[in-house]
């Protein structure tokens, strides 16, 4: 997720299941339990368990309850290559980010 994200940056995430948000009569907030456009999650790939990727949500399939998710890096691995991917994949949600400190 470079250039968002770097090597050594902390992330502070919400883990459990998801819900896609519908498109009213929710309130937006990092901390709840909805999935929405532009927001940073972490997923693992049924064919890759163990491994996280962070990406964010691009498009919203409510009626299939699927995700289109981009890294912020143009030549990441992303959806481009997986497709459109189902809501339990989000393993959580990035809350926020601390900068790693740079020791020179």
């Known amino acids: ?20 948000k519908s498109q009213r009569g929710h309130l937006r907030g990092i901390f709840s ?6 927001d940073v999650v972490a997923i693992e790939l049924a064919n890759q368990p ?5 990406k964010r949500v691009s498009k919203i399939d409510r009626e299939k309850q699927e ?29 926020l980010r601390v900068r790693s400190s740079k020791e020179k």
């Open 67 to 95: 995700l289109y998710l981009l890294s912020d890096n143009p030549k990441g691995t992303d959806s481009r290559q997986w497709g459109w991917l189902a809501v339990d994949t989000v393993k959580a949600k990035v809350l």
């Open 1 to 20: 997720m470079l250039p968002t994200y770097s090597s050594g940056d902390w992330l502070l995430a919400r883990w459990g299941s998801f819900s896609l």
């Open 33 to 38: 339990g909805g999935i929405s456009v532009d």
């Open 50 to 54: 163990g491994i996280l990727y962070v």
